[in-house]
């Protein structure tokens, strides 16, 4: 909390409760679906990077009104998900989040990212503590190391 509070009242007072209920959504997908591929961590960290670049990008181009970034936004975001193959519903909710910010957006971005690989690195630990549970099902990157070797 002492680093979201570091950051400028005024512009993140509003958005805090936001940003936690997409923490939300991710653990809800990380203790309840953990064999689901929207909830591993590839699809999570990947997802959500793509998503916030993407949403804090159009931010930049001028005389878009919120309202229409705010649409915008998952519908560039979703498709290209699904195009990378990396769903990861609470990535389109952050799309929706961060078009509405009007300063900070990467700040936030790196504070969001932050929390997004605690509650990975905590959910890793606690589903794995269960012999009835494993998080990740599988480990993308050293499976892909493996092959190569």
Same mark, same amino acid.
């Given at each position: 909390?002492? @680093?979201? *509070? =570091?950051?400028?009242?005024? =512009?993140?007072?509003?958005?805090? /409760?936001?940003?936690?209920?997409?923490?939300?959504?991710?653990?809800t997908l990380q203790y309840n679906l953990t064999a689901a591929p929207a909830s591993q961590p590839r699809n999570a960290i990947f997802a959500q990077v793509f998503a916030l670049v993407v949403t804090i990008?159009? =931010?930049?181009i001028p005389d878009i009104p919120m309202w229409f970034r705010s649409a915008l936004a998952p519908a560039i975001v979703i498709p290209g998900?699904? +195009?990378?193959? $990396?769903?990861? /519903?609470?990535? *389109?909710?952050?799309? @929706?989040v961060f078009s509405t910010l009007t300063d900070n957006r990467w700040n936030?971005? *790196? @504070?969001?990212?932050? *929390?997004?690989? $605690? =509650?990975? $690195?905590?959910?890793?630990?606690i589903?794995?503590?269960?012999?009835?549970?494993?998080?990740?099902?599988?480990?993308?990157?050293?499976? +892909?190391a493996r092959k190569a070797f």
């Open positions: 909390m002492f @680093i979201l *509070g =570091s950051t400028s009242f005024r =512009s993140t007072h509003l958005i805090l /409760p936001f940003l936690s209920t997409l923490l939300g959504a991710l653990t990008c159009l =931010s930049y998900m699904a +195009k990378l193959g $990396i769903i990861h /519903p609470p990535a *389109g909710a952050a799309a @929706i936030l971005m *790196g @504070i969001f990212l932050s *929390g997004v690989a $605690i =509650s990975i $690195i905590t959910a890793v630990g589903n794995n503590m269960s012999d009835r549970r494993q998080y990740p099902t599988s480990w993308y990157l050293i499976s +892909k």
